[in-house]
């Protein structure tokens, strides 16, 4: 079993909540961890039935990893799930915090197929369920750092995006990638209407370097909290770009695409002068009308309040990410 890399902020580290205790005794009356990935889907799926819980994804359950160094974890409890589940942007599904909860139950994310095309030599198209099946799904706890200044802990069960661009194999011209959300007005109503969804001129759309892309914290994510992904979270599949600010995180994926130049993407196209293309996270760098000093952390502090904590440089994953723009100045490549 490989060793859980720095950048993995660890379990034991964090609040631990009712899931994952439940979860670990589950892993460790059945011995489970020393067998890790290699457990079948079948078995795991009756292992779920067994302690009765339907809702769970049973697929997605996996054994933990409790060995290794962590950099970061001391300090940052997990956002409880109910938080995580139910403050949310999907301007597809409304503007206001609680929309997407509200209005993207009915959203249909199976069947569901993800398309990998354009400077490849091998295009690919999966199902989800191929996904689930084909590759292994890892546990990745990740803080998420939205452009508005609040953020998150979020337990996400994933696969690294390098895995699935591996098997596409990009060519030579190759060198940024861009991400599709579903067209669906029928099923999304912030596509029927601008007013609904924010002005944004539909699909949802994201890019990324190719290197940032390969990089090993980029995660395609099928679930949370030991779940498939609820839709208000960009069921049934969803980028995950840790270090970036939240709205590079591109839900209900259908299409990657690799190409030669820098993609169009959703915020830039909406307001440039306010949401660049590479949307690191920098305290240094202001957003024209608010500071990116601090955040305020989503499920912390009292009843009313969410604590105000400082923002790090790259959302705290600096050694892991910071010479990926060597040379550049990120106050012009905001
Ligand atoms: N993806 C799509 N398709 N539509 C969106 O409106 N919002 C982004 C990102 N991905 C968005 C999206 C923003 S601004 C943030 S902060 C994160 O999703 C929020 O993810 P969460 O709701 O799972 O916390």
Redesign the pocket.
């Known amino acids: 079993m490989s060793k859980r890399p720095k950048w993995q902020l660890s379990q034991q580290h964090v609040t631990p909540e009712a899931v994952f205790n439940q979860r670990r005794r589950i892993v460790k009356a059945l011995g489970l961890s020393a067998i890790g990935a290699s457990v079948p889907l079948g078995v795991q799926a009756g292992l779920a039935d067994w302690f009765g819980k339907p809702k769970v994804e049973p697929a997605l359950l996996k054994p933990l990893e409790f060995t290794g160094s962590n950099r970061f974890g001391i300090a940052d409890p997990l956002t409880p799930e109910d938080k995580?589940t139910s403050?949310?942007?999907?301007?597809?599904f409304g503007t206001a915090k609680t929309d997407?909860k509200e209005n993207a139950q009915q959203m249909v994310t199976s069947p569901w197929q993800l398309r990998i095309e354009g400077e490849v030599a091998n295009p690919k198209t999966w199902t989800v369920d191929e996904i689930l099946s084909g590759f292994t799904l890892e546990e990745r706890i990740y803080r998420?750092r939205?452009?508005?200044a609040w953020s998150?802990v979020?337990p996400w069960l994933g696969i690294p995006l390098a895995r699935l661009l591996e098997q596409a194999e990009p060519n030579s011209k190759a060198k940024y990638v861009a991400f599709e959300?579903l067209y669906d007005p029928e099923q999304m109503p912030g596509q029927r209407s601008r007013f609904v969804g924010g002005g944004?001129n539909y699909p949802?759309v994201?890019g990324l370097r190719l290197d940032e892309a390969m990089h090993d914290l980029t995660l395609l994510s099928v679930g949370l909290y030991g779940k498939t992904l609820p839709p208000?979270?960009?069921a049934p599949i969803?980028l995950v770009v840790p270090w970036k600010?939240?709205?590079?995180?591109?839900?209900?994926i259908v299409r990657i695409r690799l190409v030669e130049k820098m993609p169009p993407t959703?915020?830039n196209l909406l307001a440039d002068h306010e949401y660049g293309f590479y949307a690191n996270v920098n305290p240094q760098v202001d957003h024209p009308r608010w500071s990116q000093a601090s955040e305020r952390r989503i499920g912390s502090g009292g009843l009313l309040s969410a604590k105000r904590i400082p923002t790090e440089m790259f959302n705290g994953y600096g050694d892991f990410v910071a010479d990926l723009y060597d040379g550049m100045d990120l106050r012009q490549w905001y």
């Open positions: 995580v403050h949310n942007n999907f301007y597809e997407p998420l939205c452009v508005e998150m979020i959300t944004i949802y994201e208000q979270n960009g969803r600010y939240g709205f590079k995180s591109i839900k209900s959703t915020w």
